[in-house]
T-cell receptor, first 114, second 113 residues
Framework: ETGVTQTPRHLVMGMTNKKSLKCEQHLGHNAMYWYKQSAKKPLELMFVYNFKEQTENNSVPSRFSPECPNSSHLFLHLHTLQPEDSALYLCASSQAGRGSNEQFFGPGTRLTVL | QQQVKQSPQSLIVQKGGISIINCAYE??????FPWYQQFPGKGPALLIAIRPDVSEKKEGRFTISFNKSAKQFSLHIMDSQPGDSATYFCAASKGGGADGLTFGKGTHLIIQP
């Protein structure tokens, strides 16, 4: 595996379900990010992790719960979501401290909430 | 409040022509300005990026022009090809650390053969 991988690629869930999205980066980076991409809206930053520590939560509802067990893996735990949470969820990684903020994205998980 | 404004929303260019997409930002703390290309079913891919200490950066057929005083930057695609048809996003952030990117709304570019 190379780059940033995300699983599953597609997910359909009911509003009462609990599911998790997984992201893994194979680039040796130390920072990871979750973004949400909805139709007709800009990509929205959700969470930032730097060396496994959460450094930013962009006012995300508590029904989204991130977890970063190490600098290579990032999870997004989902529970009691709403239909408006249907979107493409993108994970990215970067090497913080290099003087640039070059972020590499995974292919995303297409989430549909029924 | 949209911190990065991108235009146009959609653009049709003939093969061989020049595609130009513009962005404007508000936060003067931003000092890293990348452009991303996204194909359907794929994640955004970094195309080219610029820091405000230079006014222009060129990589192959892609050029970023940067105007710090106007807080604007643009992407020029020279000799546009059908394979360039994609959605393009400008973004901005503080550079160097683990900082989230603030994205524009995107431009859907179609290159007609």
């Amino acid at each position: 595996e190379t780059g940033v991988t995300q699983t599953p690629r597609h997910l359909v869930m009911g509003m009462t379900n609990k599911k998790s999205l997984k992201c893994e980066q194979h680039l040796g980076h130390n920072a990871m990010y979750w973004y949400k991409q909805s139709a007709k809206k800009p990509l929205e930053l959700m969470f930032v992790y730097n060396f496994k520590e959460q450094t930013e939560n962009n006012s995300v509802p508590s029904r989204f719960s991130p977890e970063c067990p190490n600098s290579s893996h990032l999870f997004l735990h989902l529970h009691t979501l709403q239909p408006e949470d249907s979107a493409l969820y993108l994970c990215a990684s970067s090497q913080a401290g290099r003087g640039s903020n070059e972020q590499f994205f995974g292919p995303g998980t297409r989430l549909t909430v029924l | 409040q949209q911190q990065v404004k991108q235009s146009p929303q959609s653009l049709i260019v003939q093969k061989g022509g020049i595609s130009i997409i513009n962005c404007a930002y508000e936060n003067t703390a931003f000092d890293y300005f990348p452009w991303y290309q996204q194909f359907p079913g794929k994640g955004p891919a970094l195309l080219i990026a610029i820091r405000p200490d230079v006014s222009e950066k060129k990589e192959g057929r892609f050029t970023i022009s940067f105007n710090k005083s106007a807080k604007q930057f643009s992407l020029h695609i020279m000799d546009s090809q059908p394979g360039d048809s994609a959605t393009y996003f400008c973004a901005a952030s503080k550079g160097g650390g683990a900082d989230g990117l603030t994205f524009g709304k995107g431009t859907h570019l179609i290159i007609q053969p």
